[in-house]
């Protein structure tokens, strides 16, 4: 089956409407009795149900009140109706968490209680499917976890335990683990759902089905299928692919054995900043789009810049496609097997090996200008302007008003190959359960292993593009004699703006090593916890960059042109290697006592470790041997928090504080200096989630206050006492809904205070809310539509501002990302 295929939503219906009668006829004909007709499915009858079994980062299957752990769960209908279509998005409706997900489909920032976003990702935080990671590290340049994972009708439910025992049960996530647990098949169900926007071109068909085959075994597959220009109108297909994932499950003695797959191949749009109006002052700017340039759906994507010509880091052209964005693949295959050994052992075996790869482009405007500055710093005193690309290509353009504001952007190319990310994971443990006088006692003994590869080529190219947000032309800088200094809108191999910083090749491979153990007691109302993990990683491989450039006829046409004069290329000859083996300890001790069965207090200690990776080879972490100081290779966080957990019929409470000390060492890339990053910080808090359910009116919500600051700053001392850049003092979610009949009506609202653009503490990212909202309609027991319109007032709501980060600038002139514009959206799901 090509995943491409489907391009119009009613080939989309069609196709789910074929599918009915076939999945009717399934019912009919599996072994026993038929399921009898399923309710729509309307979620937990609490919205946060403390009574629910965590199973990630926790030595064992407990309830919510009954662990020592600050943990949220998301159920699928929460996620479905909440208008969360990404990894990062569903992290947003999580307290403690702050996700930047602006990005699109991959690339989200996230930070959880003030652990810092210096550069990008997720450094301390780890994604998981079914408990094993999707990658070993969260913050790895231009593919992050999320790049990789995109939910769907699998997924049951979501996991997501801050801190804490995070530090025992997984490695380089002493921040947070996010687990997406998919469904297996227990009862007989499925979903077949049609999803089409309203205002913007995006259609996707999702599906899953799942039954027992036997008394002993069962299966569960889905997936789904898109086609689109996706939310902002780049003017192309840029979304297009799909994804397929099962599992198959066959219960034994005392246990079970479980085969699972992934098949991943989805291209999407890269949203980067864009050119924004920024005015005012630092204290109190204004934000506002640019003339024919939306900040929510503007894109610097355009049909009329497609194609990039490169040197790659073999040094053979490459020639790139610039609608593949985000382009994701992955071919998984996992076992999972739960054995009881006799006399109260059990062993529990999990192991993933992922084939990962793909693409990472996208446009990013390292400097925003009237169009005739650009053309006079390019081209020098007196030079001109015509259309490279689009309608007007080959003619003059009066740089007064061009583009229909006179303004140019210098465009960044972000090009990444990204041939091999592929990663496999193994965890084994064993568990003995000991009955005492005072309580059971459970020990449990674990090894986990991972090797992860991180090989990419970089090769940047800088553009000159019109700020339009939509179907924007290239630009062709003329000097004043008449010569072109540009080539078919490129300005210029590499990134000279940028000191040509990114012109890269990485061949790199981690090895994680790591024995731990865990005790748990629970004598009377008390639960006591305590685990160690000892992490040893091995880092091994070569990594490269340009070390000047040369002459070079990039295109093959027997002429230099002026861009093709200074070529930077990878430097093979200067291969560095990477060489390094780095231990280190954690703990994570915790206490819960149960006041009664509606009301509990916990308290939790612990002390975890990230180990940086890519981050630290062209940010100068390696020595020349490729060696890495203790303290640059592994950064430690300590952790303390506390809390009350409380519930009735028709409310739930938790609250933690939380104290924090994290260590940092980091580069950004995305930076005109490409700052190094050498920081320790402390952060404080206090998370507070809950929920009140009475009858029909349900709302789940949540709020995090956090006081982060710079402790220390080993290349910017007058960092120190500054609050990290884009750390909100609070953050917020609201989820309420409310059913009369056959209708539900809901929404979520996410809301941030003000924060600080960079360091040093500048320029202020102004505070937003955004506001989602639903409406649902059962038309059946089985069939519902439904209608979301996210971002429903259509608010400008800043993640990052980039090309002027300290200060408002007097031409007002910047470039930011922005949450996603107003998006509506139908939906028609039909339930098996």
Known sequence: MNIHAMRKPALVIAVALALLPAAAAAQSTTAGAAAPPAAAKKGPDKAVNLNATVVTASPGALSKMSSSISVSSLEADQIQNSGLQNAADILRDVPGIRAESSGGDGNANISVRGLPVASGGGKFVQFQVDGMPVLEFGDIAFATPDTFLRPDFNIDHVEVVRGGSSSVFASNAPGAVINFITKTGETQEGDIGVTTGLNYDSQRLDFDYGQPISATTRFHVGGYLRDGTGPKDVGYNAQKGGQLMGNLTHDIEGGFLRASFQLLDDKSPAYLPVPISITGSNSNPSVNSLPGFSAQSGALQSPYFLRDLAVDANGNR?????????????????????????????????????????????????????????????????????????????QTADPATVGGNGLATRVHLFNVSLPDMGNATNNLTLKRAFDTANGPLDLLLGYYHSNQTIKQDWHWNSYLETVQGSKASLLDVYNAAGQPVTQNGLAAYGTPYWGNCCVRSYDATYRMDAPFVSLSWQPGNWQLDGGLRYDRMQASGTYAGSTGTAPIDVNGDGVLQTPELTVPVVNNNKVMPIDYTKHHLEYSFGANYLVDTDLALFGRVSRGARFNADRLLFGGGLL?????????????????????????????????????????????????????????????????????????????????????????????????????????????????????????????????????????????????????????????????????????????????????????????????????????????????
Not at 734 to 761: D, Q, W
């Open 318 to 394: 490459v020639v790139t496609n610039i609608a593949d964005g985000y382009h994701s693949k992955v071919a998984a295959f996992g076992g999972e097997g739960k054995f009881s050994l006799g006399d109260g052992w059990d062993l529990h075996e999990q192991f993933r090996v992922a084939k990962n790869s793909g693409d990472f482009v996208g446009q990013y405007p390292a400097e925003v200008n009237t169009a005739s500055a650009l053309a006079n710093e390019i081209g020098g005193a007196g030079a001109t302007l015509r259309y490279a690309s689009g309608p007007l290509a080959g």
């Open 624 to 832: 020349a041997t490729g060696d890495a100081p203790q303290g640059v290779a592994v950064n430690v966080v300590q952790q303390y928090e506390t809390g009350v957990k409380w519930s009735t019929r028709h409310t739930s409470l938790f609250v933690t504080g939380f104290y924090a000390t994290t260590q940092e060492q980091n580069q950004d890339v995305t930076s005109q200096t490409q700052s190094l990053i050498s920081r320790n910080y402390k952060s404080k808090g206090l998370e507070v989630e809950g929920s009140v359910d009475y009858s029909n009116f349900s709302v789940r919500g949540g709020a995090t206050y956090t006081d982060s600051k710079i402790t220390k700053d080993a290349i910017t001392p007058a960092d120190v006492g500054n609050m990290p850049q884009r750390q909100a003092k609070f953050v917020w979610q609201l989820s309420p809904s409310y059913r009369f009949g056959p209708v539900t009506v809901g929404a979520t609202v996410i809301g941030t205070t003000k924060s600080y653009a960079s360091n040093p503490n500048g320029l202020v990212m102004p505070g937003y809310t955004q506001v989602n909202a639903f409406a649902l309609y059962d038309i059946n027991d089985r069939m519902s539509v439904s209608l979301h319109a996210d971002n429903l007032f259509n608010t400008i709501g800043l993640t990052e501002i980039d090309q002027s980060p300290g200060a408002v600038q007097a031409n007002g002139l910047n470039t930011a990302r922005s949450i996603l514009g107003r998006t509506i959206y139908a939906s028609w799901k039909y339930s098996l």
